[in-house]
């Protein structure tokens, strides 16, 4: 019990439910007006779907800030098959929209583990190149809501008792991304890589083979965050997951993913892109000026690391203390 309690998880869902209640009693809008509710639950869905392969590919000591442009690309992809292919099923175009965002995180990926040039700077070209390439691709235009079926629109606000539908299917994709972590030899592996490269190459672990799927597996979902925005909001232009990256690294962090690899849940990072969400839609409601509310958020992560460092020293000198008292 001592340990769930002090799990960082623990903390998140009480500052949540704390976060919600104040905006609530302040604005009681906030909660209990028409869609209230379901905004609150719909709206993190986006973040969180980035925040995931954000925080595998942090696991493995390396970042990605190519997502929000990869968001964008998917997204108008999507869109532009619906408005070029009317008919075509809506799972094809599901399916297309991962595959790209696969294929963007292949190429971050193959750059990262044969170049042997640090992630920060490949993913930093390549968010400016994806980005690039979504403004000569999309130009002044932009995703029409009748481009979409009338039902991947309603995919967007489908409720099930009370419970966006979307949300629900992020939750599902949580706990298989949490399983596989933790169950799986690959995902156990890509922890072992962030946690000491050198020794899980000298234990025979492919650091290139397991990088790469790291970075496929963040454009993958980013690709699908991407989707998910279109399904939300039904329109959109070359500037759509602007900002993104940043916050997917910042729920990762908040989340208790380590900035230096190696450890951290998925349902951690999980609640942390909830958490900052609920924080974004509360923050304006409150009549926080937008200019604090990145200062919150700023102070947030350098709150995460502060405490992620402070525990790390902490269990060090436990260990010291129980090995010489041995």
């Known amino acids: 019990m001592g340990r769930i309690l002090r799990a960082r998880e623990v903390g998140l869902i009480v500052m949540i439910f704390a976060l919600v209640a104040l905006t609530s009693v302040t604005q009681p809008g906030f909660l209990f007006s028409d869609g209230g509710w379901r905004e609150l639950l719909r709206q993190p869905t986006i973040l969180i779907l980035i925040a995931l392969g954000e925080a595998i590919v942090i696991i493995t000591r390396n970042i990605d800030l190519s997502v929000g442009s990869i968001l964008c690309l998917s997204a108008y992809a999507a869109g532009s098959l619906f408005s070029n292919f009317p008919g075509i099923p809506i799972p094809l175009v599901i399916l297309s929209g991962i595959l790209l965002g696969a294929v963007l995180g292949l190429v971050n990926g193959l750059l990262v583990a044969f170049l042997r040039v640090p992630s920060l ?139 230096v690899g190696g450890s951290g849940t998925i349902w951690g990072v999980a609640l942390g892109a909830f958490f900052l969400a609920t924080i974004s839609n509360a923050l304006p409601v409150l009549g926080v000026p937008s200019l604090w509310q990145q200062s919150i958020v700023g102070v947030l992560i350098v709150g995460a690391i502060l405490l992620d460092r402070i525990v790390f020293i902490t269990r060090i000198r436990r260990a010291k203390r129980k090995g010489t008292a041995t």
Request: aromatic letters at 12%; glycine letters at 14%; zero cysteines.
């Open 121 to 259: 700077v490949i993913t930093l070209g390549t968010l400016y190149t994806y980005r690039g390439i979504a403004i000569l691709w999309i130009g002044p235009h932009f995703i029409r809501s009748s481009w979409l079926p009338d039902e991947y629109r309603s995919f967007g606000t489908l409720q099930f008792l009370g419970i966006p539908v979307l949300l629900i299917v992020v939750a599902i994709i949580v706990l298989l991304i949490g399983w596989f972590m933790t169950s799986r030899r690959v995902g156990r592996d890509l922890y072992a890589l962030g946690s000491n490269p050198e020794a899980a190459t000298l234990f025979g672990l492919g650091e290139r083979r397991l990088t790469v799927t790291a970075f496929v597996a963040s454009g993958a979902l980013a690709g699908l965050g991407g989707l998910v925005y279109l399904a939300i909001f039904a329109t959109g232009d070359a500037q759509v997951g602007t900002g993104y990256e940043l916050q997917a690294v910042a729920a990762a962090v908040v989340g208790g993913v380590a900035i």
